[in-house]
């Protein structure tokens, strides 16, 4: 996994170099382009995450019911035989469905716990397909930078979603809030009121158009409620 991340950070610093070899006007709506696509992600993993059902017979239900203390060895010990018998995707979404009730628990997730997966299956391949895209192709810099912005939004959105859930947050999390580059934990309150709705947690942006996405699923009889929890 360390490798992949040094690869991943060497593969962006490529590609912001593509895009500084080809300055244009085009850059600025490009960047808020991207950050708006990476915010759209954020919101249809999050949908995705949310109900899609956790595999059972893994004691992820025991952990998600479990009524003792949370710090304890017991628990450590049942969470830990959990996590060796999933996937870094199954963990995702565990993590997910659990923050529910528990919101604070994602707050409390390390940096590389909320980014790694998203690196390794996602964002890490997307970079190395640009960088070789730039070097085949003459791809403008203003495009590679809206698809810079994706990337990094995408690779930040779960580590922003955990933001929403704690106060003691870099002093850069704060600015963006301010400047509306990222939503506050007021607005994300809203989801966490009935989890039907405002998905996103990036900047918030694309929560409109996610919403009627979603309630056209709901009446297609699709995102059923039962994957909201796991099978204890």
Known sequence: ????????????????VFAAADPHWLMLP?????????????????????????????????LYFYEGDRTGDE???????AMARIGPIERLVFDFKNHHPRPLALGRRTLGRQI??????????????????????????????G???LLIGGTFAQYFHGTLHRDDNPRFVTFMRRAGLLMTPQAHALHHATLQRD?????????????AVFHALRRRGLLPDHGLEPTS
């Open 75 to 81: 628990y450590r010990r049942k969470f830990d035989a």
């Open 116 to 145: 790694n997966s998203t690196i390794l299956f996602g964002t890490l391949p997307y970079s190395l397909a640009l960088n070789a895209a730039c070097l085949i192709l003459p791809v403008p810099g203003w495009l590679v930078t």
């Open 199 to 211: 998905f996103s947690t990036n900047s918030g942006w694309s929560n409109p158009l996610l919403n």
């Open 30 to 62: 490009a960047a808020l382009a991207g950050w708006y696509l990476a915010d759209l992600a954020s919101g249809a993993v999050h949908m995705y995450m949310d109900y899609r059902p956790c595999r059972p017979g893994n004691g992820l239900g025991d």
């Open 147 to 149: 698809l810079i912005f």
């Open 1 to 16: 996994m360390r490798i992949a991340v040094i690869l991943f950070w060497l593969s962006v610093a490529g590609n912001v």
